[in-house]
């Protein structure tokens, strides 16, 4: 029996569209309760108002978005977090582009959630936690190297 996978590198793990017309991507990590997202969107990007049972956290990491929650509308950027509480709208457009991390809790398996994109794009992982190659060839560089330069930029 093959030796079951927990450590990934999160370069290795495939994309998985989010929206498509708007070009927004990530990279899932799904565990039994809990999924993240390594979400990147475009520069000029929208993603559009939603709502879903599971609750959200965003941390972005790079780059800034007007988001909105509930109503409220507040400009983001890297080091600000947000919490979304189930059932609550909300979404945001980006002009510079950003890149984050979104936590969900738990896996939206909610009807076009992300745990069917997995399904539909073949992004699942199998029984063994092992992911698919990825199959979508993408421009962008890969998110973490980025963030990487960015802190140590500041430093
Ligand atoms: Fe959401």
Redo the contacts with the bound molecule.
Sequence with gaps: MAKKQYVYRIDDLPFTPLVEKEGIVTQFLLGDNIQISFIQNPPGATFPL?S?EAE?ILIMLEGTEEHEIDGQKIHMEAGDVCI?PGNVM?GGVTLTGFKGIDIFSPPRTDKGGHVERMISYKTMPDSEGKYPANKIETKVPTWFKGVLAALRAKK
């Design positions: 939603h879903h959200q979304h909300h």
